[in-house]
């Protein structure tokens, strides 16, 4: 028994044949070990054998043993197992009772594992190592806690399209790009950094992923990690900091920024809009007041796409509610187009501006931007189904339908898009606003674009 799932199983059996908490040890060391469950049954147990339905535990104590099951405290599965027991003789409401010791003891190791994975998130930093098939990225990172399998698929999301390699004392996960695999943990002398972390990757852990050229009693005795036990840490150090030059480098920017890991799959438009607040997918997120998500029916038959909100959207957290959505509005209503079968939304959910003294200046987003935003504005999209997109800009063609298409000799028309039976763009009303001159006549060319719209959407 080397994890929860084991755990859970024999725990299911013991609970099965009645063997109570007193009569059963699980004893347990650091993962990569094997636990054992140690049966001590009394044969004079007067526990009774527990019915099966009695075995039904509340979901919330799953995710809980879960995570207390990742605790290096070698007591934690014997703790899991009274707490089951108890559940489920009797006192089934036993996780709302903080006071209660068990409970409290268990909160306490959920908690530090929780910070714990997220510290593990912030604080491992890969290095650039050159690999057999190209570039490959390798930490070494000593987390508190049994994390690095539960941790595994953060990395993957972030780094999904990097090949990378975690080393922990405890156990290592090597991403190849395709799939990730777990190994035995790297030595807990010192932190093996710079050229040492890098030849600790080569000679020996590279291979041990390789099962194609893995002679691993041989690449154990030449492991050149013997070595780094004699090395005071402080060495160590610095022969990092001598070394590290350019050739450390925070996977972060070599990573592409994509909203995409914080987009819940197949969701409806409030889950959407309350997962998007929460969203680090490029750097717009710090500046900005908040996530600006799109507005309107979630059976809308158009969805308009803006640029970005503006500053009065990024106050209020809703989108064209200041100067470019009060003349959109307009415009709208003197095109007959029903306001209420229009969603409205944003290529770039978070406000880009630069301060000038009091005021906030729009910025234009870059390519980079519009691209990790992508995933919410498809989402939405795919969430409405609506039977057609109208881009307002360049910044919202360029996110759905790609440089190719220009404003200037394209707007009107009726294109074919994957998202919607049909796409159209349009000038933005916000250029409208900053034209100098000949507002009036480009302000009837963006009427005479939504009258199009309105007669697409005629009842036929
Ligand atoms: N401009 C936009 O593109 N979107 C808004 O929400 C406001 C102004
Ligand atoms: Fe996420 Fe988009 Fe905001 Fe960037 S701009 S943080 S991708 S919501």
Not at 411 to 438: C, N, Q, W, Y
Request: net charge neutral; with cysteine.
């Amino acid at each position: 028994m080397n994890d929860f799932a084991d755990w859970r199983r024999a725990a299911r059996e013991c609970l099965r044949h009645g063997i109570g908490p007193a009569a059963v040890r699980f004893t347990g060391a650091e993962a990569g070990q094997h636990l054992l469950l140690t049966d001590e049954r009394d044969t004079n147990s007067s526990d009774p054998p527990v019915a099966r339905g009695a075995q039904r535990v509340p979901p919330a104590f799953l995710s809980l043993a879960e995570a207390v099951s990742l605790h290096r405290d070698g007591h934690r599965w014997d703790l899991l197992y009274r707490l089951l027991w108890r559940l489920t003789h009797g006192e089934p409401h036993l996780l709302e009772v903080e006071i209660d010791e068990d409970v409290r003891r268990a909160r306490l190791m959920e908690k530090a594992v929780r910070r714990d994975m997220h510290k593990m998130r912030a604080f491992v930093r890969f290095r650039e190592v050159a690999g057999e098939t190209g570039t490959e990225y390798v930490a070494w990172y000593r987390p508190d806690h049994l994390i690095v399998k539960a941790n595994a698929p953060f990395f993957v999301r972030r780094f999904g399209s990097l090949r990378w390699a975690i080393l922990t004392p405890d156990a290592s996960a090597y991403w190849d790009g395709e799939e990730v695999r777990f190994g035995p943990g790297a030595p807990q002398s010192s932190a093996p950094a710079g050229d040492a972390l890098e030849e600790l990757w080569r000679a020996y852990y590279a291979s041990t992923f390789n099962p194609a050229r893995a002679n691993l009693r041989m690449m154990r005795a030449e492991m050149p990690v013997r070595h780094w036990a004699t090395l005071p840490e402080s060495q160590v150090i610095h022969e990092l900091l001598r070394n590290a030059g350019n050739r450390v480098v925070t996977m972060i920017e070599k990573q592409k920024s994509s909203a995409r890991e914080f987009v819940p799959p197949a969701a409806a438009l409030p889950e959407l809009a309350g997962a998007s607040q929460r969203c680090e997918g490029c750097d717009l997120f710090r500046a900005a007041t908040q996530t600006v998500f799109g507005e309107g029916p979630p059976r809308a038959r158009v969805v308009m796409v803006g640029e970005q909100p503006g500053d009065e959207e990024d106050v209020k957290g809703r989108p064209f509610v200041g100067p470019a959505g009060r003349l959109l509005d307009k415009a709208l209503a003197e095109a007959g187009v029903d306001r209420s079968l229009v969603y409205v939304t944003n290529a770039v959910k978070h406000f880009k501006f630069e301060e000038r003294g009091k005021r906030r200046i729009h910025k234009k987003p870059s390519g980079t931007e519009i691209s990790a935003c992508r995933p919410w504005l498809e989402a939405e999209l795919e969430a409405i189904r609506p039977e057609l997109i109208v881009c307002l800009g360049s910044t919202a063609a360029q996110a759905l339908a790609g440089r190719d298409v220009r404003i200037g000799a394209d707007r009107g028309r009726f294109l074919d898009h994957h998202l919607a039976p049909k796409l159209m763009v349009t000038i933005h009303p916000s250029a409208l606003l900053r034209m100098p001159e000949g507002f009036d006549e480009e302000y009837a060319r963006f009427v005479a674009d939504l009258v199009l719209v309105r007669d697409f959407l005629k009842p036929r």
